[in-house]
């Protein structure tokens, strides 16, 4: 039974940074991992994601201000939030994939950017 969990959420000021992190109970290296987000009243959005090899795809939105890395030995996936808006806000769900599709997903971390 595959679980994710976020953490690292927050309120912070426009312009400053936020990491978050998202822990599998399995071999991270096994998935392709993604972070969603979703403000309020929008739909949820992709933000950015990481394959198997390592390869990374960041959405224009936050590119050079975000980054998404992983951790083998920690099991852990991070995203490195840098310069801040208050665009930026919403809910963000961090997710694995499994034969071609999230399947998996964490309960949510809030990021509120005043």
């Known amino acids: 039974h595959v679980q994710l969990v976020e953490s690292g959420g927050g309120s912070e000021q426009a312009g400053k940074s936020l990491k978050l992190s998202c822990t599998i109970n399995?071999?991270?290296?096994?998935?392709?991992m993604g972070w969603f987000r979703q403000a309020p009243g929008q739909s949820r959005e992709g933000v950015a994601t990481?394959?198997?090899?390592?390869?990374?795809t960041i959405a224009d939105s936050v590119k050079g201000r975000f980054t998404i890395s992983r951790d083998n030995t920690k099991n852990t996936m991070y995203l490195q939030m840098n310069s801040l808006k208050s665009e930026d806000t919403g809910l963000y769900y961090c997710?694995?994939?499994?034969?071609?599709?999230?399947?998996?997903w964490g309960q949510g971390t809030q990021v509120t950017v005043s």
């Open positions: 399995d071999y991270i290296w096994k998935y392709c």
């Open positions: 997710a694995a994939a499994f034969m071609s599709g999230w399947v998996y």
């Open positions: 990481i394959d198997t090899n390592g390869a990374t």
